[in-house]
Structure formats: C-alpha cells, structure tokens
C-alpha cells in the first residue's frame, strides 16, 4: 500500500464489464498526487447513476482516510458526472466531504468533445450509438505511423506554458476560491 502525500486529485470512470455472463457497473477509483498514484478500490454499483457514483468513490475516500486532503475531482463528461440541479456526481460529492472541490474535465475526454466538434462542423452530426469517428480511428490505429507521434510535454509551446507546476497549483486553487 502506497502512502500518498500532499493534496489528493480523485480519478474515477464508469465501466460496464461482464462477470459470469452478467453485465455489472464497475467504479475504478484512483486518487493521484504529485508524481504518485493509488487504486482506492473498484466497487460494484447498483446503477451507474451521479449518486451511485457519488457513494462509492465517497466510500473509496473514506476507506483511505482521504477526506481532508481531497481537493478535487478529474472527471469524464458524461451528465451523470456534470448534471445540473443537485443531480450530478459534484453537488454529492461535495456535500458528502462538506467542501468545495476543484473540478477538473479529464484530457482524454475534453478532447473527444472537441474533435467531435471539428468532426460534426465538416461531416455532420450522427445519430448512431457509437461515434463514428472515433469508430473510425480505432479501426485505422495500426495503420498509422505511430513513430512520428511525440508527447505534448517535448513541444516547446506546450512545456513553456506548463513551466511551473506551482503556478498551476496557484491558478487551481484561485479556481477554488472564486467557484
């Protein structure tokens, strides 16, 4: 077992897995500091509902005793998790640890919406289940040249802006205070 030290960024997405030929919601829960990362746990729900969630990445944060030094949330996009009215996974989440918490969209999934933006403005919108275009892309990944592909972090631009991790811990907390 790990012994994480520091503010606490809690990670969680909702997976629909089979289990003896059972379809069952599953709740990975991560909790990541800097430089450092622990599986709290991966509860079975009952739905995959804003509230369910809410209880059991509470339950995960209070197993590890991590109530006081969570400061915030990294988040898919999904409505369960961004829904409005009280309904969502941060007003419980929130409500539950007695605090506000930064709220911060996961990379992965900010970017998905953009692209599918940029997707729908030229090809238009679909109504299938899946996204057809990243349908698409998945079917061509082995295909691309994956060696011409660098981390984000060795562009010049990007490391410039992303410098200082205290500047953007500064620039999280102010979020915070003004949320």
């Given at each position: 077992m790990k012994s994480l030290s520091g503010c606490v960024l809690i990670h969680w997405d909702g997976?629909?897995?089979?289990?003896?030929?059972?379809?069952?919601d599953r709740l990975p829960v991560i909790a990541s500091t800097k430089g450092d990362s622990q599986l709290l746990g991966i509860p079975k729900l009952a739905s995959g509902t804003?509230?369910?969630?809410a209880e059991a990445v509470?339950?995960?944060v209070?197993?590890?005793?991590?109530?006081?030094?969570t400061g915030g949330l990294v988040f898919d996009t999904t409505g369960s998790n961004t829904g409005g009215g009280g309904k969502g996974f941060f007003p419980?989440?929130?409500k539950f640890l007695g605090k506000d918490l930064l709220r911060l969209a996961c990379r992965h999934?900010?970017?998905?919406?953009?692209?599918r933006g940029v997707y729908e403005t030229f090809m238009g919108s679909s109504k299938a289940p899946e996204d057809p275009l990243f349908t698409a892309f998945q079917k061509q990944w082995d295909k691309l040249d994956q060696s011409?592909?660098?981390?984000?972090?060795l562009d010049k631009t990007v490391?410039?802006?992303?410098r200082s991790e205290d500047t953007i811990v500064e620039f999280a907390r102010a979020q915070i205070e003004v949320g």
């Amino acid at each position: 077992m790990k012994s994480l030290s520091g503010c606490v960024l809690i990670h969680w997405d909702g997976k629909i897995v089979e289990e003896d030929g059972v379809k069952v919601d599953r709740l990975p829960v991560i909790a990541s500091t800097k430089g450092d990362s622990q599986l709290l746990g991966i509860p079975k729900l009952a739905s995959g509902t804003g509230q369910a969630q809410a209880e059991a990445v509470v339950n995960a944060v209070r197993n590890w005793s991590l109530e006081d030094r969570t400061g915030g949330l990294v988040f898919d996009t999904t409505g369960s998790n961004t829904g409005g009215g009280g309904k969502g996974f941060f007003p419980r989440i929130e409500k539950f640890l007695g605090k506000d918490l930064l709220r911060l969209a996961c990379r992965h999934h900010t970017t998905e919406i953009i692209i599918r933006g940029v997707y729908e403005t030229f090809m238009g919108s679909s109504k299938a289940p899946e996204d057809p275009l990243f349908t698409a892309f998945q079917k061509q990944w082995d295909k691309l040249d994956q060696s011409y592909f660098t981390p984000g972090l060795l562009d010049k631009t990007v490391a410039r802006a992303l410098r200082s991790e205290d500047t953007i811990v500064e620039f999280a907390r102010a979020q915070i205070e003004v949320g």
